[in-house]
Nanobody
Framework: QVQLVESGGGLVQAGGSLRLSCASS????????MGWFRQAPGKQRELIAS???????NYAESVKGRFTISRDNAKNTAFLQMNSLKPEDTAVYYC???????WGQGTQVTVSS
């Protein structure tokens, strides 16, 4: 069973940056479509960024131009670089192997004003 482990969350001031990592135990990580989701208190979980095996990416409008999703297939890891963070980015962030029900455990990101 593939497992995903996120890291890199924390507390940051508005305007700051964080980089989240999602390490996969899967042997065929390079073929996975990967996504980053977030869930703020009282809100539904939403897909904010995705990347396919070939490297093409998509972003939600709320993070476009500020967040960058990437992957390192040699390290079986996906990343989410978050710049110009805003208080409204505060949420638990999850990575997911798309087209499956495999999620990471989540990592808290808190942006103070």
């Amino acid at each position: 069973q593939v497992q995903l482990v996120e890291s890199g969350g924390g507390l940051v001031q508005a305007g700051g940056s964080l980089r989240l990592s999602c390490a996969s135990s899967g042997r065929t990580f390079s073929s996975y479509r990967m996504g980053w989701f977030r869930q703020a208190p009282g809100k539904q979980r939403e897909l904010i960024a995705s990347i396919i095996s070939g490297g093409s990416t998509n972003y939600a409008e709320s993070v476009k131009g500020r967040f960058t999703i990437s992957r390192d297939n040699a390290k079986n890891t996906a990343f989410l670089q978050m710049n110009s963070l805003k208080p409204e980015d505060t949420a638990v962030y999850y990575c997911k192997k798309l087209l499956s029900n495999i999620w990471g455990q989540g990592t808290q990101v808190t942006v103070s004003s």
